[in-house]
Structure formats: structure tokens, C-alpha cells
């Protein structure tokens, strides 16, 4: 899958002053977002939070009609980065507990609030927030190599990106559990069952088959599409807010709490001792 | 397909006095109301929806304890009949399309408050709001030749019919958004998967099964199914009385937009050129 | 399967002494409920409605860190007995149909409110609440020899157990309404398609398979599960409890109709004549 990923990611020469984790190309109608650590399997470190937001917002001002959103290398993201944790200084842990779960409510924020039809193409394992979030998204392409983890309970945790909302709706309380709380790991067409993948792609045609969709996409009426987009959006838009702010809440206590903090330092040096 | 709908659709020596663009019929507990213009493959023209307003209101009124809406002939309904857009005198467009969205709004109401179990025997191909309706049924039957399209964005247009609520509530988001952005056209059993269709049958034996299962219910407790079918609306009834207005609002707009006119006009000349 | 379900359904010395119609058991952070009439295919009677909201209580307070629902025996519960409504006194019926609704109110709100995860062990054959309850639960694992019945139309009555709303919400209107509205019998596969089940098991290996993922859930940090738990139900909170008053008062009214009185004898004399 790489040398497809090599060949149809976009590239652009200036994204580099702006971003320093992410790509960002606009091209043929159509932004890309592009999770660019890969060395560290697309971990979401604190600034890149903040720099998803900006370039969510440099998106929905441009003249593109669709946006897309993926990961360089093997995996689409390994979701938050266990650093963001334990880089926290001593005595400081209630404080830090609410800045971060501020920045993750506009993070999230961000994506509730897109204007246009957002697309995710994930290219390999997602994990944590990488997955929940997928819920906000329009439309999820997935390559069958993909694996959708969210192990919130073994860390400790709880779920967030609007996911104890947008999961239990798509495929039902019973599934959404298994995976919310019992941290069961989908593969890509367990995923798309369950409603959270739209399509999944044999992983050596994935990029060339979605890129493929992308393109026609884009060749719709843009207002067309951003309006239809938002009329599905506002629905459920008040409450997304809602869900969101109880969901940061949570985490807020739950980073204070010894048995997150437990689970976390535990996980975090169990990581480290495997490598 | 055509000998068992012509054996087992019902038929109505006096509807033709009443309707000029259906045929009405109640027998055994059961009326059906079936669109019949299989010429024009059973298009809903402007004075369409007001007959079928008023034959769901005789339905609702009536002593059947289920009602039945088909259509005659290859096609279920190929939706909106675009000479509805292209008739419109010049100058009258911001009149016309607050008047179209007053019509449908009624027209989709009168779907919401149907207070008996309502049951779509999809006799062939679906396509715009035809397929959103959908949504607002009890029960889906279809034959495996049905198709499911909304190609709203290709013609600058938006969800109707509750769509915008029903389908992601069905069938989640990210396979929601593939239907009613992207243009993608169901197969019977996609659309089946996906919790549109209650059931799919081999198109030689569809109307033989499904009136079978049809009769059954008929027999079944009258109030009992009604409450039942009532309580199971009241849940979202105010919910989906604002969605439908939000819906025809922006197709109002829509309506009146350059961007929409210029792909309806495309679209109906496309069409024409076809023939 | 009886063979596995006696060596692995939990027993409890005491429970006897608390509770007639259950076994009642906490053991390695699991409590675990077993509706204990099999002789009666664990058919839920007026004082057995009483002793679940009691355990449902119990195990709410004790330590465990999940709490499971299984019935003794062949079946998992029958739902409703029937004796409840054949004993009524003439005269009474007002109420009794009330007291009956008030009851009932109160053990679905039981099951809304239960702060833990809740995950049911369907060993065999549901019928009616027993299966309207599922939506509630948080996991529902079944053996591939379970059935899901909720025959309320034939019986003229209306759903309960929240399911007007969960049911829709998991498997979309035109699939929720064979069930709830037409009788439609559920395979245990076609309720896992549907997302009322988890996960189907093989029979022969339910129970082994079963309590292997239920010991390694109880593994799990016992806070962080109940408030991701809570996180999940607190979205629709409300929302619940109303759609539960509802659903009373529908079958309050229903319960001194004729049609349904009716319905409910008739359905009682043809089960005593098959006996």
C-alpha cells in the first residue's frame, strides 16, 4: 500500500511553513489534511490538536468542494499521544486535567462544526480518538488492512468525540458497547458492518480505487453539497454540543482520578518496555 | 413481474372518478393507493401530490387496519417529474418555489401523521423523493429489481422527506451521507443492509409473497396495530416536523438559486436528449 | 447446552433466602441474576417483576464491577405470564390496569437507571419484554438456539421496555416495525444483523465462550466502566424515562379494552388447550 500512498497523497511544497505534523494540499477542488508523524504512527501530540483545528478552519474558507482527511505511512493514527500525559509536571494535574480538556473540547468542536463534506481515508490502524471521531465525518473509506481500537476502559479512560453518542446511534447500543467499554478491536469490515466505515478496499488498489471517487466527488456543485451537508448536520448539532461537553467533563475527572492515572502510567510503561 | 401485478395489485371500478393519477382500492382490511402513470414512470406532478395527500387522508379515515402505496407498471416512482421545475413562468421563480415548498411540506406531513401502519410494496426502481419517504414507512417491501437513487446534489438540490434525519438515523452517517451526497444508487439488498427495505423478494414470486404477508396483516388487532404504530411516531413526531421544514426551507432557496437551476435544466435537457 | 449451563450458571447458597423466583450470586466482580423458573419458562409474574428491581438494586450498590441477566433452564424468559392478566377480579379492571402500569413503569426504569454495565446471557427462547428489554442492556450475548418474539399484536398490546424507541433506533423503522408491529420471530442471527445481539455462540460452547469474555470485562478499572456507562445512557436519559411513561399509559388504556381483553383470552385458552 505505501508506494500508492507515496504516489496519490498529496504533496505540497509550502504546507511545510504552515504545519509543522501535518500536510496540507488544496488541488483539483479538493483539501487534504494529512497526519504527517509517521515515525511515531500519527500520534496526536498537543500542538497538533491545535494545528488540525487551524487547518480545519483554513479549509472551510477555501474554495474546495470536499475535504479530506488521511495519515502518512502504515497507519492512520494512533490517536492521542500517551507523552501529552506523562510530560505532566507534578501538583500541576488539576489544572493540566482542564486545559486539556478544553483543547479537546474545540478540537472536537472543529470537526462538529465543519461546514463541508468531510472524508476520511484511512489508510491503516486507528486507535482512540482517531476512531470516535470518524463518527462526525461524512463519508469513511477504510483500506482492508484497517483496525478500529478504542481501548478507553483498559486506559482507564472514557469515550469522547461525540462517540457515546454517534456509536450507539449507528449500530446500536449492544455493539456500541463491546466497543466503547470492552474495548473490542473491528476490523475493517466488522466497521463498515456496524455503519462507521462507508467502504473498505483491497489495500494494494485503495488509494487509485478512493482517489478515483474523490475526484467525482469533488465535480459536484459545491453550495449544493455544503448546504445538503449542513441540513444533516443540523439536525443534531445542539446535541452534539451537549454530548461533547459531558464527554470532556468526564475526562477532566478522569484524568485526576488515581485509577486514570494508574492505568495510564501502567499502559505507558508496558508500551515502553516492549520496544 | 407484471402478470402477478396485474393478478394480485388491487383494482378499483370507481377510484377513477375520484383520482386522476392513482388508483384507490380498500378490500379485506386493506387500501391500497397505487401511483399510476407508468408512462411517465409514475413522476409525482404538481397536481399528484395533492391527490395522494388526499388519499392518505381517506386511508387514515377509513376501516382498513393497513395501508398499501405501490406503483403500476416497471417503476415504483421516479420521483419528482422535473417538468414541475421547467413549467415555471419567468419571473415568477421566488413565488413558485415558496408555493412548491408549501406543497411539499403538507405532502411530507401527511406522511409524518399517517396514524395506521403505512407499507411500501416497492414494485421496481425508486429514485429522489420517492426513496426519502421511505424512511417515513412502517414496512419496506421490494422486489431484488428495485433501486434506490437520490441524486440530489447532482441536480444542486437537498434532502427531503425527512432524509436528512431518517437516514443517518438508519443507517448511520458515514452511509447516509455516500446516499444522499454522493449520489449513490441502492441495489435492493444494499438498500436492505442498510435498514431502508424491510425485506427484498425474487421480482417472479414479489407480488405472490408480499400480499401474502400483506393478508396476514390485515387480520391482525386494528387499534392495536394503529396505537402501536402511533406510539412508536410520537417518539420524533415534533422532531421530524422540524427537520421537514428545515428541509423545504432550503430547497426553497435552492430553488432560487443559479447554481440549482443551472443543473436542473442540464439534467432535463440531458434527459430529453436521451429520448 | 443444560450441561454447560449448570457448570457455569453461578449458584448462591444464600439467595434462596432473599429472593423466591432468582438465583442472586456476586463472585469475582460479577453479579449475576438467573430468572429461576424454568418450569415455567421463567415467565415474569407480578411478584418476580418486584424481586428483579430488588436485585437490579442489590447489585447497583454491591462491588462488582458488571452485572449479568440469564435465565435457569431451557429458556430465557417467556416475558410476560399471562397469569397476571387472568387473575384480574372483575370489576377491577381500572385498577388494576393502573397498578399494573405503575409496575411496570417502575422495573423499565430500573433498567434505565442501572449504573453499571449490564449485559444479558440469552440462553434461550425470549418472548416479549424480556426481548424489548434487550435495547436497555449494554451487551446482550446469545446462543445460536435463542428466538426473539414480541408477538403485542396478536395479543393486542403495544411495546414496551422503551423498545418504540430503542428498536427503531438500532435496526431503523422498516425493520423495528416487523418485529414490534407485525410479530415477526427473530432468528438469534437475525437479531445480531438487526444490533440487539452482540454476538451469537454455538450452543455446545455458549456458556464456556461466554463467561471467558465476561470474567476478563470484570478485569476491567470498575469506575472508569460505570462512567463510561452513565456517559452513554446520560444522552438519552430523559429521553428514555418519557418514552417509558408512554408506553405505560398506552398499555393502561389497552389493558381495559375489549380488544385486547379479548386477545389475551383467547391467547390463554389455545396455550392451556395445546397443554
Known amino acids: 500500500g505505501d508506494e500508492e500512498s507515496i504516489q496519490a497523497a498529496p504533496t505540497s511544497a509550502g504546507s511545510s511553513a504552515i504545519f509543522k505534523t ?15 508523524r509517521p515515525e511515531k504512527k500519527n500520534a496526536i501530540t498537543v500542538p497538533m490538536y491545535s494545528e488540525i483545528v487551524k487547518a480545519l478552519e483554513m479549509a472551510s474558507k477555501d474554495d474546495s468542494v470536499i475535504t479530506v482527511i488521511t495519515g502518512s505511512g502504515e497507519y492512520y493514527s494512533s ?34 462544526d465543519f461546514p463541508k463534506p468531510l472524508i476520511a481515508v484511512v489508510n491503516g490502524p486507528a486507535i482512540g480518538i482517531s476512531v470516535t471521531l470518524l463518527g462526525l465525518f461524512d463519508v469513511v473509506y477504510a483500506t482492508e488492512r484497517a483496525t478500529f481500537h478504542t481501548p478507553f476502559s483498559q486506559l482507564g ?27 473490542k478491536k473491528l476490523t475493517a469490515t466488522e466497521a463498515c458492518e456496524r455503519g462507521l466505515v462507508t467502504e473498505v478496499f483491497p489495500d494494494a488498489t485503495f488509494q487509485i480505487e478512493v482517489w478515483k471517487w474523490l475526484k467525482a466527488y469533488s465535480k459536484l456543485p459545491r453550495n449544493s453539497l455544503a448546504l445538503s451537508k449542513q441540513l ?37 510503561f508496558q508500551a515502553k518496555a516492549k520496544l
Not at 486545559?99 to 474545540?106: I, R, V
Not at 446500536?172 to 466497543?179: F, L, M, Q, Y
Not at 482520578?257 to 495510564?264: K, M
Open 22 to 36: 501535518l500536510l496540507f494540499n488544496t488541488e483539483d477542488n479538493i483539501t487534504t489534511i494529512c497526519l504527517n
Open 79 to 112: 490517536g492521542n499521544d500517551l507523552n501529552n500525559f506523562t510530560s505532566v509536571p507534578e501538583g500541576d494535574i488539576e489544572k493540566k486535567a482542564k486545559d486539556a480538556a478544553e483543547l479537546l473540547k474545540g478540537f472536537v468542536k472543529a470537526f462538529i
Open 157 to 183: 479512560q472514557s469515550p469522547e468525540g461525540c462517540s457515546s453518542y454517534t456509536f450507539p446511534k449507528m449500530m446500536g447500543a449492544a455493539k456500541a458497547s463491546e466497543v466503547l467499554l470492552f474495548n
Open 232 to 268: 444533516m448536520r443540523a439536525v443534531e448539532k445542539e446535541h452534539l454540543y451537549a454530548v461533547n461537553a459531558q464527554e470532556v467533563q468526564r475526562l477532566a475527572e478522569c484524568w485526576q482520578s488515581d485509577e486514570c492515572l494508574n492505568a495510564i502510567v501502567n499502559s505507558f
